[in-house]
């Protein structure tokens, strides 16, 4: 009943940029964070970044200075801009949101199905 449906995804050659969408659907009451995590061949998924309702954001180490997050609630969307994109930056990028289906509910996390980003010549 909800879904998250992710887009942008690519072949980028290093230092060029992409940006990600990933847009929330479905019958809820609040989405409190959405957010971007990644996963390369051979490696643990890790967190790229999350933003919440109040706007607060969270980066990745590897990531700070050159990503963005942001979110246009009234789309129920989140974004991931992505500059100056290095090969290792090459993973699955998935989406996660943690929604509120109903009021005094409880929250609950959902993924998108994943988009490939790949940073090669």
């Known amino acids: 009943q909800v879904q998250l449906v992710e887009s942008g995804g690519g072949l980028v050659q290093p230092g060029g940029s992409l940006r990600l969408s990933c847009a929330a659907s479905g019958s809820f009451f609040s989405i409190y964070a959405m957010g971007w995590y990644r996963q390369a061949p051979g490696k643990q998924r890790e967190l790229v970044a999350v933003?919440?309702?109040?706007?607060?954001?969270n980066y990745a180490d590897s990531v700070k200075g050159r990503f963005s997050i942001s979110r246009d609630n009234a789309k129920n969307t989140v974004y991931l801009q992505m500059n100056s994109l290095k090969p290792e930056d090459t993973a699955v990028y998935y989406c996660n949101a943690q929604i509120q289906r109903a009021m005094a509910g409880p929250q609950f996390q959902y993924w998108g199905q994943g988009t490939q980003v790949t940073v090669s010549e």
């Open positions: 933003i919440t309702s109040p706007g607060s954001t």
